[in-house]
């Protein structure tokens, strides 16, 4: 079992930055695929970030070039860097987490708000 925690958020002004992370408990972090989904009111959760356990990343076209994620295995964290953010960047953000290889999200945190004013 994997247990995921957020943090983080809160609110910025456009144009701001922010940086969430997520810390990860179990052995086999290094192992994982982990994922920023986020969801905003009234519309589905989407796809943000993701970084597979080999380091390769890949972004929603929306946030490229402004967003970063980055892993450090050794303490079991994920980050995300948030950069020129914008007002339709505002979401509940959330941390998840799969077997390296599986195209299931199986594990969630329990999601961080970030709100930005225009």
């Known amino acids: 079992q994997v247990q995921l925690v957020e943090s983080g958020g809160g609110l910025v002004q456009a144009g701001g930055s922010l940086r969430l992370s997520c810390a990860a408990s179990g052995r086999t972090f290094s192992s994982y695929d982990m994922g920023w989904f986020r969801q905003a009111p009234g519309k589905e959760r989407e796809f943000v970030a993701g970084?597979?356990?080999?380091?390769?990343?890949g972004y929603v076209d929306s946030v490229k070039g402004r967003f970063t994620m980055s892993r450090d295995n050794a303490k079991n964290t994920v980050y995300l860097q948030m950069t020129s953010l914008k007002p339709e960047d505002t979401a509940v953000y959330y941390c998840a987490a799969r077997d390296g290889g599986n195209p299931a999200w199986k594990y969630w945190g329990q999601g961080i708000q970030v709100t930005v004013s225009s």
């Open positions: 970084i597979n356990w080999t380091g390769a990343r």
